[in-house]
């Protein structure tokens, strides 16, 4: 079973990299092939909001280690207020400049949290079980980022 969230980890992860490219590739289209391009830049935007959370839980069955889980977690809470960042340009506009120093910052993260991943593959020893503590912070982290990023009924 290690194994498996081994593999199912560093396959997200690395997932999740090739998301954050690609939303740089859509904000390149709305730039400068058509504004009309910047709803794929806005949606997929919102839709990898909430992706660190399935790296974070494959980091804590793939027995990841305290390091990657704090990493997987880090890259959670910070992909999490990207898109906010944006959304407040309106009413704090210096505050909605940093969304892309976040994306930057997010991209150096994934890929950081996806090499972590790959060098885990390769090793041979299943490792410390995760720890109660560590399984307490992917559920608190997991549930308040569900509670606060999920749309509320209007």
Same mark, same amino acid.
């Given at each position: 079973m290690v194994r498996g969230a081994r593999y199912a980890y560093v396959a997200l992860a690395w997932a999740f990299v090739a998301g954050v490219i690609v939303q740089v590739f859509f904000i390149g289209l709305g730039l400068f092939v058509g504004r009309e391009n910047l709803a794929l830049h806005f949606y997929i935007g919102w839709l990898l909001?909430? !992706?660190? *959370?399935?790296?974070?839980?494959?980091? /804590?069955?793939?027995r %990841? !280690?305290?390091?990657? +889980?704090?990493?997987? %977690? /880090? *890259? /959670?809470v910070l992909v999490?207020? &990207?898109? +906010? *960042? %944006?959304? &407040?340009? @309106?009413?704090?506009p210096f505050v909605a400049a940093f969304h892309p120093v976040g994306a930057v910052l997010a991209f150096w993260l994934a890929t950081v949290v996806?090499?972590?991943? /790959?060098?885990? &593959?390769? @090793?041979?020893?299943?490792?410390?079980? @995760?720890?109660?503590w560590?399984?307490?912070?992917?559920?608190?982290?997991?549930?308040i980022l569900l509670v606060l990023g999920l749309p509320s009924p209007d």
């Open positions: 909001h909430l !992706g660190p *959370l399935p790296v974070l839980v494959a980091a /804590a069955f793939a %990841a !280690g305290r390091t990657q +889980i704090m990493q997987s %977690a /880090a *890259l /959670a999490f207020f &990207v898109p +906010i *960042l %944006a959304a &407040v340009r @309106t009413d704090l996806a090499r972590g991943a /790959a060098a885990l &593959v390769g @090793t041979a020893e299943t490792g410390a079980p @995760t720890t109660r560590q399984w307490m912070l992917v559920a608190l982290v997991v549930v």
